[in-house]
C-alpha cells in the first residue's frame, strides 16, 4: 500500500497543487492520498470524480492531524524534500517495503517531519514542485511499470494518437 500525505494545503492558494498532487497519485501508482491543513471538499470531491470517471481503485480523505497519520503509519514514512538524500542512493532500500506513506510538504514543513521521516529524500537538491517530486519518486518505485497499468472500470479511456484526441467513453 503507497499512501501520499499531502501537507499544509491551504484551499485559496493550494487548489490547482494540491489536486495535482492527488492525481499524479493515483496515475503513477499510488493506492490513496491523505489531504492535510486547511479542510478543502472541493479537492477530495474533483479526486473522486476523476478516480470514478477514469476508472482504478484510488482512495482520497482528509485528516486534520498530519502527526497521527505518519506516527500510527505501519510501514515506512519517506518524506520528499530537496534537502534529503539522493532518490538514487536509497531507492532500493526503499523498495523492499510494500507499506510507503510518502509525504509532500505544502507551506513550510515543520522541522518535526524532518525527524519522524524513516527517509528524507531528494529526487534534485534544486528548488522544484512537490508534484514533480512525487512522480519521480513513484516513477523509480515501480521502476516505469507504472506506465503500463491499466485502470479498470472507467467510463473514459484515452485511444493514444499520433496527433489529436480520442476517447472511448463507453
Known amino acids: 500500500m503507497i ?39 472541493n479537492i ?34 519517506v518524506h520528499l524534500t530537496m534537502y534529503g538524500l539522493p532518490i538514487q542512493e536509497k531507492i532500493d532500500e526503499i523498495r523492499k517495503n510494500k507499506d510507503i506513506l510518502i509525504v509532500v510538504g505544502g507551506e513550510k514543513v515543520p522541522a518535526e517531519v524532518y525527524q519522524l521521516a524513516d527517509y528524507n529524500i531528494s529526487v534534485t537538491n534544486q528548488p522544484h514542485s512537490e508534484v514533480a517530486a512525487l512522480a519521480i519518486f513513484l ?21 493514444p494518437q499520433a496527433r489529436g484526441k480520442k476517447t472511448d467513453e463507453g
Open 3 to 41: 499512501i501520499v500525505l499531502r501537507l499544509g494545503h491551504r484551499p485559496g492558494r493550494d487548489a490547482r497543487l494540491s489536486t495535482h498532487v492527488g492525481l499524479a497519485a493515483r496515475a503513477l501508482g499510488a493506492d490513496a492520498v491523505i489531504m492535510s491543513g486547511e479542510h478543502d471538499e
Open 44 to 77: 477530495i470531491e474533483s479526486i473522486k470524480k476523476v478516480t470514478k470517471e477514469w476508472g482504478g481503485h484510488f482512495q482520497v480523505s482528509y485528516e486534520k492531524n498530519w502527526r497521527n497519520v505518519i506516527k500510527n503509519f505501519h510501514g515506512v514514512c
Open 139 to 159: 516513477h523509480e518505485y515501480f521502476r516505469g511499470k507504472e506506465l503500463d497499468r491499466e485502470f479498470k472500470g472507467g467510463k473514459i479511456r484515452i485511444i
